[in-house]
């Protein structure tokens, strides 16, 4: 190795070529002396690069001996230090590295030293000529003067050298970075000089944009560079680095680098406002209408109102005007003014005319008289025709939708044609005459039955009576009767069961009219528990008397017997059948096939015959079969041992059963195996079933065990050897810790012991002599050091001569990153040893860049991405900006490149920009007719804050009407909401026709125009005449739950005059009488001949003059009437009065 000041040459000197030999191949040596071979390297040492002074001789040599001493020698002047090298086993590859000083022959001398310092017999030699070419100074290289200020051109840089060729008189950089011009003269000398550039720039400047604010504003905005590349120059904007906005627009700011390389940056605002906000307003309705109307706002920007608690809706409840206040997010102020005069609340009036007011059979008009212009909403007419009396509720609104009502009543109609109804003597079955009585609802006359009202039947039948009122309006009626009965009753009698049967049997009479059993407990049946007979007495309910006698003889209930019978009771493997026999009576199978009285066992189980007898009664007779044996006996094997053994084995069979034959074997259930083997027992139980049983042996072993060696290396190793051995058969090591594997760490023997299963024994011996365990080195030397993004290639160079066992064999690796790698390689004598090469300057790697931004919250402004690299990097796109503007929700990936020309990117993605105001939905707690308030919730189109209403989603209504949520999202988009309640009723039912705690005497007919009624808890309807006397609850209820609750009273007179008579057949009448109690009615004077009631039941004569007499009447709120019929020709003058009791 030649040394100059701090400089090493490693590596540089190469033997060419490298042909090891031995030496003194002629050279004995004597026995337990040792030897000392020595590798002969002949040739010119040529190096790379020749200094002042020497050069190196390298080889090996190959020594036998603990201890090597080497040394060089020019005839006979030793020219350098002997070498003495000690090893610790013999048999061992030596390289060395001599230092000589010049040209010339010399002669390298091994000899083998022990440790007692004699010498090894014989001394080796090898002749080495080495030539050293003409020392002479190396060239010297100028550098030409070249361009070191920035500048985005090329760099050309010119090279000079004393002598010799240089690789390249100039080189030019087209970007920064390192050349090597490289100087050889004729001699072999070598310079190298670097020369470095770093002043291209090619690179143009970049600069982002920062604006005085982002926000709407009606005020200037300043647009100002920031985070700037590099120094520049602004070459426009007067040089300025920033530009002032008096309205919206965009400036692009030009400047350059002191290379010269032009950037631009552009500014854009669009957040100046100085325009004042417009109104456009908009109204529920401007149509006349009778409910609150709402004014709503559209404006043309985003704007927050000032007033009206921030609604952009206004509710007016009546006529009038409203001024909007409002103001956008720039600042500038606007108003609009909301009128509203199309609200009309008051409902409309109407009077009632008829066409008559006097009492008619024709029909009668109604016509209202409206207070304004309305619409009839039922009738659509203003006018009704009533063809009877009635009411009827004319139902209007005026244009603005107030309701109104006008009721018309009608009382002076009479169509009704006469009725009447009967009453008879009596209504239960009898045996005598009956006689009708005709009960007509008003007074009238009987044109048939000689004017009679009673007619008498001696037998069922009917009879018309025909009549007519005093209008003229003729009726009829027909008595019927069919309750006269004179017929004896009689009856048949049905059997529940007229077949033999063994239950109940139930006789029933069944009369040929309705009658009572007077026996047998009433009923008109009679259960026979046995066979006999019983006679039914029966009487109808005319009083006529019956009987019948019923007859029962077809009960049975004793149960039929019946035997057993076998085909066989001894042990069989076949069939048996069980038959049926001495039944007690006739009988019928019925769970076999076809009802058959045998049943076949195919094994032993129990089988219960069912029979029923005629009567029905069921007998069972059950068989049970226990002698069927269709199965072989199972047998099991044992064994005296199952482990191996070198012993006979016994084998013996055994069975689930007894009784079980050997029939082979000499028929005996055991067998002595000397052998492994195999036998068949063969057997057959009582009822003749045969079986086999195999049994095997493969357990007995009585031969050694034997075993062979093998080595985990059977040549020259410098690591453990394991010696295995492999057995004839499966066998314990009982030695060597019962393992089958011994490691060898050195030379040498081990026998191991071992035995079989079966205790037969054996040994094997294992030798080791190719252990070897002293390791080769190496140097690394590497193509480039300093930082590249080109591949670097590793070079080792070995201690002694060795092969590459990776990277294909190969000295040199090549590294296309940073990184290790480890060279692994052995010696002629297999020690393996290995070298670590590192590459840490190389860097391919793309740059990477994380993204942040101006805003990750709900925003309605625009958002900023702005990357920051992982390096010093250069964006490609976006105008060179690190930063990107979003204006809606987007994504954009930024492009950039670092200095080694790696490009990489980076995704921003914004989903934070919301821009769209929300909307809402609203609904109602309650949309039917309601007296309580109703709820009106908002479901919005997203996450919002209310900002009127306290915040609240909810709204109470107490009242018809409107009312408008405004709300706000997370991103501050505004937005409104108008919820509108028109079904609020809080006003009870009006109620006509009469009045609370007032008392009548008269019918009464209370009306009402909406809901449902009840009168003393009972359903009403409206106009239903109330005529009974007492005290009444009328409770009406409308949709909303509204209730009018009117109590009165009606009170009757307590007494009535009919009239006075004083001409023969006359009558009078008085109306409003109350069937509530009987009235007496008095005679004041004179006795008539006789007195008779249409409408009354028969009113008895008086005997005398002023005798009273009573009668119930049985209908209230008509007209009663009294004729009296005189039959003197003097005239006889009398009052008749009915007075209540």
Do not use: C
């Not at 010119?158 to 008189?169: C, E, P, Q, R, S």
């Not at 066992?601 to 129990?606: W, Y």
């Not at 490691?743 to 081990?750: C, I, L, R, S, Y």
Request: charge should be negative; aromatic fraction near 8%.
């Amino acid at each position: 190795m030649k040394k100059l000041g701090a400089i090493i040459l490693a590596g540089s000197l190469m033997l060419q070529p490298v042909i090891p030999a031995l030496a003194a191949t002629a050279s004995t040596t004597a026995a337990g002396t040792g030897r000392t071979a020595l590798n002969v390297q002949t040739g010119v040492i040529t190096p790379s690069q020749l200094l002042t002074g020497g050069t190196t001789l390298t080889g090996t040599v190959l020594i036998d001996g603990p201890n090597l001493m080497m040394s060089v020698k020019q005839g006979s002047q030793a020219v350098s230090s002997a070498i003495i090298k000690t090893f610790p086993i013999s048999d061992k590859l030596y390289g060395y590295s001599i230092e000589v000083p010049a040209e010339g022959t010399y002669t390298l001398e091994a000899k083998t030293v022990y440790t007692n310092g004699r010498n090894a017999g014989q001394t080796h030699t090898s002749a080495v000529p080495v030539t050293v070419k003409a020392v002479t100074a190396p060239p010297v290289i100028t550098i030409d003067p070249y361009n070191t200020k920035p500048t985005n051109q090329s760099v050309t840089v010119h090279a000079n050298t004393n002598k010799g060729t240089l690789n390249a008189a100039s080189h030019t950089f087209t970007d920064n970075g390192s050349f090597d011009f490289v100087a050889a003269d004729a001699a072999g000398n070598t310079t190298r000089q670097t020369v470095t550039v770093s002043n291209i720039d090619k690179t143009a400047p970049t600069a982002e944009i920062s604006y005085s604010t982002t926000s709407p504003v009606n005020t200037d905005v300043t647009a100002t560079l920031q985070n700037i590349s590099e120094d520049i120059t602004v070459t426009n904007n007067g040089g300025l680095l920033s530009h002032t906005f008096t309205k919206n627009d965009e400036f692009t700011f030009e400047f350059e680098d002191a290379a010269g390389n032009k950037g631009t940056a552009k500014a854009n605002v669009a957040n100046i406002d100085k325009t004042s906000p417009v109104g456009k307003v908009s109204y529920s309705t401007t149509e006349p209408t009778n409910q609150d109307v709402t004014a709503t706002v559209d404006f043309d920007e985003s704007v927050t109102v000032t007033n009206n608690n921030g609604s952009a809706s206004h509710t007016f409840t009546d006529n009038g005007d409203f001024v909007l206040e409002f103001v956008d997010k720039a600042g500038n102020p606007g108003s609009v003014t909301l009128s509203v005069n199309n609200i009309d609340k008051t409902p409309p009036t109407a009077s009632v005319q008829y066409s008559t007011t006097e009492a008619t059979n024709g029909d009668v008009t109604a016509t209202i008289q409206p207070s304004e212009n309305v619409t009839v909403t039922n009738n659509g007419s203003v006018s009704r025709t009533f063809e009877e009396n009635g009411e009827y509720t004319f139902e209007f609104e005026d244009a603005a939708g107030n309701k109104g009502t006008a009721v018309a009543s009608v009382k002076n109609i009479d169509k009704v044609v006469p009725t009447a109804s009967f009453s008879y003597s009596t209504e239960t079955l009898t045996n005598g005459d009956v006689v009708a009585q005709i009960i007509p609802s008003e007074d009238v006359t009987i044109t048939n039955n000689n004017g009679l009202s009673a007619y008498t039947f001696g037998e069922n039948g009917s009879f018309t009576f025909k009549f007519k009122d005093a209008a003229g309006n003729t009726g009829e009626a027909t008595a019927t009767v069919a309750n006269i009965d004179k017929i004896v009753p009689t009856a048949t009698v049905d059997y529940s069961k007229t077949t033999p049967t063994n239950e109940d049997v139930v006789a029933t009479i069944t009369p040929s009219e309705a009658v009572t059993v007077t026996n047998n407990g009433g009923s008109t049946s009679h259960i026979f528990t046995d066979n006999g007979s019983f006679t039914f007495e029966f009487v109808d309910k005319a009083g006529n008397k019956g009987e019948m006698t019923a007859q029962v003889n077809n009960i049975d209930k004793v149960a039929p017997t019946a035997g057993i019978h076998y085909s066989t009771t001894s042990p069989v493997n076949t069939e048996v059948t069980a038959t049926l026999v001495d039944a007690s009576e006739a009988i019928t199978v019925t769970n076999t096939a076809n009802g058959d009285f045998n049943h076949v066992f195919t094994d032993n189980d129990t089988f219960k015959f069912e029979f029923v007898d005629a009567a029905g009664n069921v007998g069972t007779a059950t068989a049970k079969v226990n002698n069927i044996d269709k199965r072989a006996p199972i047998a099991s094997v044992q064994y005296s041992t199952v482990d191996p053994t070198n012993q006979d084995v016994r084998v013996e069979v055994t069975f689930d059963e007894d009784n079980v034959t050997i029939t082979n074997n000499g028929g005996s259930a055991v067998r002595t195996f000397t052998d492994n083997g195999t036998f068949t027992f063969k057997y057959k139980d009582a009822a003749g079933n045969t079986g086999e049983a195999e049994a095997t042996v493969s357990n007995i072993d009585k031969t050694a065990p034997t075993a062979t060696v093998e080595y985990s290396a059977t040549t020259a190793t410098n690591g453990d050897v394991v010696a295995t051995i492999k057995p004839s058969e499966a066998v314990t090591v009982t030695n060597n810790g019962g393992t089958l594997s011994h490691t060898f760490t050195a030379n040498g023997t081990f026998t191991f012991e071992f035995k079989d299963a079966a205790g037969n024994t054996g040994t094997a011996t294992a030798t080791v002599n190719n252990i070897d365990k002293t390791a080769p080195t190496a140097t690394v030397t590497y193509s480039k050091t300093t930082l590249t993004n080109g591949d670097v290639t590793a070079t080792i160079l070995p201690s002694e001569a060795v092969t590459v066992t990776n990277n294909d064999g190969a000295l040199a690796y090549t590294f296309t990153d940073n990184g290790t790698y480890t060279f692994t390689f052995k010696d002629a004598a297999g020690n393996t040893g290995s070298a670590v090469a590192t590459v840490n300057n190389i860097d391919k790697k793309a740059p990477t860049a994380t993204v942040s931004y101006s805003k990750t919250t709900p925003t309605n402004g625009d958002v900023t991405a702005t990357i920051t690299p992982s390096e010093a990097v250069t964006v490609t796109n976006n105008g060179g900006s690190l930063s990107h503007t979003f204006t809606a929700n987007d994504t954009f990936t930024f492009e950039f490149k670092d200095n080694a020309g790696n490009t990489g990117t980076a995704t921003a993605t914004v989903n934070n920009i919301d821009k769209t105001a929300p909307t809402a939905t609203v609904t109602y707690s309650q949309t039917a007719p309601t007296n309580g308030n109703v709820t009106a919730t908002i479901t919005p189109s997203e996450a919002v804050t209310v900002t009127n209403n306290s915040g609240a989603l909810t709204y109470t209504f107490t009242a018809n009407g409107t009312y408008t949520f405004t709300y706000v999202d997370a991103a501050g988009n505004t937005g409104n909401a108008t919820a509108t309640v028109n079904n609020i009723d809080k006003t009870a039912p009006t109620v006509n026709g009469v009045s609370n705690n007032q008392t009548y005497t008269s019918s009464v007919a209370p009306t009402f125009t909406e809901g449902t009624a009840t009168l003393n808890g009972n359903p009403f309807t409206s106009g239903t005449a109330v005529s009974a006397a007492g005290s009444y609850t009328l409770v009406v209820t409308d949709a909303a739950g509204n209730t009018t609750t009117v109590q009165f009273t009606i009170v009757l007179a307590t007494s009535i005059t009919f009239g006075t008579f004083s001409t023969s057949n006359s009558s009078g009448g008085g109306t409003n009488l109350d069937v509530s109690a009987p009235y007496t009615v008095y005679y004041s004077s004179g006795a008539p001949k006789s007195v008779a009631s249409t409408t009354l039941v028969t009113v008895p004569k008086p005997t005398t003059a002023g005798s009273s007499t009573s009668a119930d009447f049985t209908t209230e709120g008509l007209t009663y009437t009294i004729k009296v019929t005189l039959t003197s020709t003097s005239p006889a003058r009398y009052n008749v009065t009915a007075t209540k009791k």
